[in-house]
């Protein structure tokens, strides 16, 4: 048994990118629209390897929202590592949609654009706000960045969100 975990370690510890976190790449992979030159309105859902050996079996999820006319994209998300911080791990604010997510670069999992768009992105925001677990977050099984887009998922299901099974976490709200 011993060496079955020396093995697994070794294993964990050569799946290390060797990049620092605080260094990785955070710079816009440039696939969500330029809000500056579009107006209409966007949503996007994105989903990006997970940071470190995690990258290699899972994903996290985000929401990046632009109303019509805006000049900016709202991105919705969860950072676990707010909650060690006393703060929420539920993140709204002005940002890049379609950031790197530390090195791993993004892939866009759902567009809705245009008409209608507006009113998809109030119901999203409204259950944004209205997520269970904005102060608690669990890599394994959950609640994480993945339950809160899940979440969101089955609080819009105008959404037509089908998340990936590399969201871990995306199932936890129904075992609830």
Same mark, same amino acid.
């Given at each position: 048994?011993?060496?079955?975990?020396?093995?697994?370690?070794?294993?964990?510890?050569?799946?290390?990118?060797?990049?620092?976190?605080?260094?990785?790449?955070?710079? $816009?992979?440039?696939?969500?629209?330029? #809000?500056?030159?579009?107006?209409?309105?966007?949503? *996007?859902?994105?989903?990006?390897?997970?940071?470190?050996?995690?990258?290699?079996?899972?994903?996290?999820?985000?929401?990046?929202?632009?109303?019509?006319?805006?000049?900016? +994209?709202?991105? +919705?998300?969860?950072?676990?590592?707010?909650?060690?911080?006393?703060? $929420?791990?539920?993140?709204?604010?002005?940002?890049?949609?379609?950031? *790197?997510?530390?090195?791993?670069?993004?892939?866009?999992?759902?567009?809705?654009?245009?008409?209608?768009?507006?009113?998809?992105?109030?119901?999203?925001?409204?259950?944004?706000?209205? +997520?269970?677990?904005?102060?608690?977050?669990?890599?394994?099984?959950? #609640?994480?960045?993945?339950?809160?887009?899940?979440?969101?998922?089955?609080?819009?299901?105008?959404?037509?969100?089908?998340?990936?099974?590399?969201?871990?976490?995306?199932?936890?709200?129904?075992?609830?």
């Amino acid at each position: 048994m011993r060496f079955v975990l020396l093995c697994v370690a070794a294993l964990l510890v050569s799946c290390s990118s060797g990049q620092d976190w605080r260094t990785a790449s955070r710079e $816009p992979a440039g696939i969500a629209p330029d #809000p500056a030159t579009t107006r209409e309105a966007v949503l *996007h859902v994105y989903g990006a390897d997970a940071w470190g050996w995690r990258g290699w079996f899972a994903i996290h999820t985000w929401i990046a929202a632009k109303r019509t006319g805006e000049d900016a +994209y709202t991105v +919705y998300d969860v950072v676990g590592w707010r909650a060690s911080r006393g703060v $929420p791990v539920v993140r709204i604010a002005r940002d890049a949609p379609d950031r *790197h997510w530390y090195g791993a670069p993004p892939r866009l999992l759902k567009e809705h654009r245009g008409p209608g768009v507006d009113e998809l992105i109030d119901a999203v925001d409204r259950a944004a706000k209205s +997520y269970p677990w904005a102060t608690e977050y669990k890599v394994f099984p959950g #609640p994480n960045s993945n339950t809160f887009v899940a979440w969101i998922g089955r609080q819009v299901p105008q959404l037509g969100l089908d998340l990936p099974f590399s969201a871990i976490g995306s199932s936890y709200a129904d075992s609830r």
